[in-house]
């Protein structure tokens, strides 16, 4: 999500839905109501995230030369506070290509017209979100 996109995207889908969301995912919030923020914790939940996430963090957070296993990353990830904003780096950095490949594709199959026609509309629904929110 970086251009064409609102940014409040998420937040207008949820909104309205939000009892729909509690029916979906109540189970899970009884059996676990607060996340431990703990590095523990931390490190517990990022050893449950998808393997080839795990390996793109590794490979955004383990400098050159360095070589260290996975579980020696997340352990050091799992300490930093900010620990979400790097799991966020690592799934946009897998969505992205595909985001752009996807994009690229679009252009050739749909023609010039149709993409500039849906790229405008797409841009004029960002500009509108950004409208809302300033005061």
């Not at 969301?21 to 998808?50: A, C, H, V, W």
């Not at 996807?102 to 797409?122: L, N």
Request: net charge positive.
């Amino acid at each position: 999500m970086v251009i064409g996109e609102e940014k409040a995207k998420v937040l207008n889908i949820v909104k309205p839905n939000v009892a729909h969301f509690r029916e979906l995912y109540g189970n899970i919030l009884q059996e676990d109501p607060q996340i431990d923020k703990s590095p523990e914790g931390q490190f517990t939940q990022l050893m449950t995230l998808p393997r080839t996430l795990q390996q793109q963090i590794n490979h955004i957070m383990d400098p050159p030369g360095r070589n260290r296993d996975v579980e020696e990353t997340l352990l050091q990830v799992a300490q930093d506070p900010d620990c979400g904003d790097v799991v966020r780096l690592g799934v946009s950095s897998i969505v992205r290509p595909s985001s752009i490949r996807q994009s690229t594709k679009g252009i050739f199959t749909a023609g010039m017209k149709k993409s500039v026609i849906y790229s405008s509309r797409k841009l004029n629904k960002m500009w509108k979100g950004w409208l809302r929110k300033t005061p």
